[in-house]
């Protein structure tokens, strides 16, 4: 008789490569994320699985493996995959051409089988990216009135500003002022297709999108993973990741 399944949805996250010198291994890359990221989706009632970059021609295999998506925060993305091929800017850096390739490659699998998806700080910029919108290479420097979206080191769960939540956002965190950190130098210039903006800060920068097509698709340009503890609100786009979860799985029951 087999065991009785776990009814946890199975919750894949993209980690990112940093290559580190190993006292024992020498030069490794190591697939890293914090801890963080994991805690929030088993606070959720989600199953943390860790996806490093791969073949991108199995992302269908893995997706159909999944029952939920999450795009980690991390490194910039290569400006020439949303047309940007001037002088790159200097302050753009961690460039990783096998990590773009491999979440384009699960966010267009995951979209295939619409597949809930949660996007974190990178991951927002990845799904704009990958609906054919544009960066700002680097929101300080380049974005007309912005204001500083970097806050001191430390201190994560801090608020530095707020965001005006309208549509999905809104509805995920049962409110319409949404306190975040901001750890970001890069943010939404154009918006992809398919997407519509869901929250903006005071300077007009869109900080987290949603995607009306599917039944959940949501980016976040803050880090909620690492406010959740200190501020249980920010639970919310976890839980409602995990509840998407369980709507498909209804649906397809009924
Ligand atoms: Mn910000």
Redesign the pocket.
């Known amino acids: 008789m087999r065991a009785m399944q776990s009814t946890r949805p199975i919750i894949g996250i993209t980690p990112s490569p940093v290559q580190e010198t190993s006292p024992a291994f020498g030069d490794v890359v190591f697939h890293r994320m914090t801890n963080t990221y994991t805690s929030a989706v088993e606070t959720a009632g989600g199953i943390p699985v860790v996806l490093p970059a791969t073949y991108p021609a199995a992302a269908a295999q893995v997706v159909s493996r999944l029952d939920a998506l999450l795009l980690s925060g991390g490194g910039d993305i290569r400006p020439s995959r949303y047309r940007d091929t001037g002088p790159q800017h200097e302050k753009t850096y961690g460039i990783d051409d096998a990590r773009d390739e491999w979440e384009a490659a699960l966010l267009e699998a995951a979209f295939a089988v619409d597949l809930p998806v949660l996007c974190i700080c990178r991951g927002i910029q990845v799904l704009n990216v990958s609906c054919g919108g544009t960066l700002w290479q680097d929101v300080p420097t380049q974005m007309p009135g912005a204001a500083s979206?970097k806050q001191p080191e430390g201190g994560s769960h801090l608020t530095?500003?707020e965001v005006a939540a309208t549509g999905l956002l809104a509805d995920v965190y049962g409110a319409s002022t949404i306190g975040?950190n901001?750890f970001?130098h890069q943010g939404i210039k154009d918006l992809g297709a398919g997407l519509v903006a869901c929250g903006t800060?005071l300077d007009g920068?869109v900080?987290a999108v949603e995607m009306p097509g599917k039944s959940f698709v949501l980016g976040v340009?803050?880090h909620p993973e690492a406010m959740f503890v200190q501020r249980p609100e920010h639970e919310a786009p976890f839980r409602a990741l995990v509840a998407a979860v369980r709507r498909g799985a209804l649906s397809v029951a009924d």
């Open positions: 979206h530095a500003h975040t901001s970001h800060t920068l900080e340009q803050w």
